[in-house]
């Protein structure tokens, strides 16, 4: 079965950096595009990032571009998230998923991150 499991999250300060790391397994993580989402209480889910299955092609939220960086490793069967200049409203969970989207596919069970001073 699908299992996609998230790591990586944590409590930074303003300005921080944090690498997610998503372990795929259960089906053939070479072939499938993946996202990464976030969700904060209250507000709508947000397509943070989404990178095709062979990897040079990404797409990312206006409200991330420039700080955050999605990439993969076939071979290893995980998804990445690098964030960088970590920012209060870059708080919330940090789900990945397969294929492009903030519905459908299979997620894993999410990772906090908390950007506070």
């Known amino acids: 079965q699908v299992q996609l499991v998230e790591s990586g999250g944590g409590l930074v300060q303003p300005g921080d950096s944090l690498r997610l790391s998503c372990a795929a397994s259960?089906?053939?993580?070479?072939?499938?595009?993946m996202s990464w989402v976030r969700q904060t209480p209250g507000k709508e889910r947000e397509l943070v990032a989404a990178?095709?299955?062979?990897?040079?092609?990404?797409t990312y939220a206006d409200s991330v571009k420039g700080r955050f960086t999605i990439s993969r490793d076939n071979a290893k069967n995980t998804l990445y998230l690098q964030m960088n200049s970590l920012k209060p409203e870059d708080t919330a969970v940090y789900y990945c998923k397969t294929f492009v989207g903030t519905s459908g596919g299979s997620w894993g069970q999410g990772t906090q991150v908390t950007v506070s001073s």
């Open positions: 259960g089906f053939t993580f070479s072939t499938f595009a």
């Open positions: 990178i095709l299955s062979h990897g040079s092609t990404t």
